[in-house]
């Protein structure tokens, strides 16, 4: 019986130790109905992008036509390529990536997982031969984490110069901890609209 | 055919209906008069397109 | 047998005649068309599905289409609820554009009831409701019928073991009932089950007409991933972009911070039978769909009443919420009023109009006359339908 007992305690302090080291303290949302675009690690100004512009996809999901109506609106001069290879891609001075997995879109595109894959890898390779700046744009929220997804994004993260997330995608702190660690600058959205003032600061034509 | 089959089966339907009344009248026990009392309620819409 | 034998069952036929009347009232008032209100000055005309496909005449599945023809040449649309009757948005959604939208530009088509046969009937064992009523200003009564996701078996019947629709989808097993559901037998067939001739109505309608934006509304149990989606075919792709901005841009600008929780999905390559599939790839229409969250079509939906169809108040799906199990933002203890729900409809199609012609300044379609998204929410029903007299 002392043994049992003995074994029970080692079991509960074993457990109790477990808990309190994995345990992750909760996220704070930093954007608000009042201050609705939040940006860290410093600031992503025009003069760090250049033309032409390129937008992309991977993953294929249908945010990239979020982006590009959120372009369109702003004005900006760009090219949409949704399924754009890496020699395609090497031509640019910026992409802008908005990464997410669909299934259907991806089917919608012919594209198996394993073909976005490496896709992913030739073009994230390109950009980085040719010193392309990349950012990465995550504004699907919620319904753009999961495995993939998440794989994806991770992908496109290794060379991003700067993020845009709609916070609810970042309820875990993923893109936040990964810019804070690298020193990235990202941009927090409280929603998609809220992108525009973003892209607007970057894209826009400037009045002559 | 589609029509053809629904005329049929309305037709199933209502003989059924049918025999299913002729076995409440000749149920021998009160038991047996409700179990073809249940069958006959639905068999009766369904032959009158109600349900 | 002896007479107590037969006077015995006699009195059990005579029981089970009056159980058949009884219940037989119900069903057969449950098949009584909707009134609805036929004076706005913009109708042009009330038209019938059988113009399209003349097969249809006389059935169950021969359908009104309400159309607002301006005159001008401009954008053609579409937009229909009732593809499945127990979604109720959808239809109120379609109720609100009948009476009180006005047309400048363009022409308008509106299907209140694209599936009429499914409103005759409410999905066995479910506990479902069977009407919404609400009543107006003046005192009188507004009610309409809600039905359920397939077609009445009364009108078409046996299902059969197998069918391989136009589209392509087998229907089989489990879905083989699904023969009775509209949203699976897009482009439909001219001469063949009811609903596939609905949908052949449907499609003739699109081509004759020369429609180019197609709004097919419908809503979602709390459970289902897609809930305030906007589902477009690759072609509708661009507009559901820029309808989905706009939409949130212009909340924004009325004070609505938050926008819409609208999102954009690609249609399924192997959705076939779908409208946003079927109809996209079979004509040159822009094909959308959208679906918003309806409590009362969850499987732990609470006990079936006035508050919970038209209110959307749900203290089962709360406690879900809280417990984490589901996170959308409308399963609050404030609830998801249809009023609600029928507004995220309205300002979804309002908005795919407005991209219309933005991106295709030939095909501008212009309307008004509608409620904004905050007078409906504010004043309900109750406040926006017109009495019938």
Redesign the interface.
Known sequence: MKKLTRLLALVLALTALTALVSAEAAYTFRTSKENRVVTENGEFTRDMVAEPVLITSIGQSADVSMLDALMKKVGATYTFNATAPADEVAKYKTVIIASGASGKGLGAAGISEEDEIARAEALLKAVEENEITVILAHIGGTNRRGALSDRFSDMVLEQAKYIVVVEEGNDDGKFTDYAAENEIPITLLATIADAMTVLKDLFAPVAQ | M?NV??IL??VIAGLLALVA?VN?????S?EK??NH?IL??PL???T???? | ?NTK??L???V??L???A??FL??QE??DL?QPDEFYTANPALTRIAKLSEYNPNLKGTAGDTDIYVFDSGVPGGVALIYGGTHANETAAVMSAITYIENVSVSQGKLFVIPQANLSAFS?TLPLRAQASHMNFTLTDGSTRQVRIGTRLANP?????DPNYRLNTSGRMLQHGEIAEIRNLNRNHPGLEE??LVEMVCYGIRKLVETENVDLLFDGHEASPEFRAVNFLIAHERAMDLGSAAILNANLDAMMEGNMDGYPFKLDRSGATSWGLSHRALGDNTNAMATLFESLNPVMGFCHDKVTEELVKDGISPNYVKITELGLLSSGELTEAGSPIELRAAYHMEMSRHLIGALGELYPEKTLTISGLPTFNDLVTNGFEGILKPLK
């Not at chain 2, 409440?24 to 021998?28: D, F, M, N, T, V």
């Not at chain 2, 009158?48 to 349900?51: D, G, P, V, Y």
């Not at chain 3, 009364?154 to 046996?158: D, E, G, K, M, Y």
């Open positions: 589609i089959l629904f089966y309305r009344l409440i009248l000749r149920a021998k009160l008069a409700l009392a006959f309620v009766l819409l369904r009158l397109l109600i349900k | 047998m034998h037969i015995r069952n006699v059990v036929l029981a089970a005649l159980l058949a219940a037989g069903f057969y098949q009937a009364v009108h078409q019947w046996p063949g089950y």
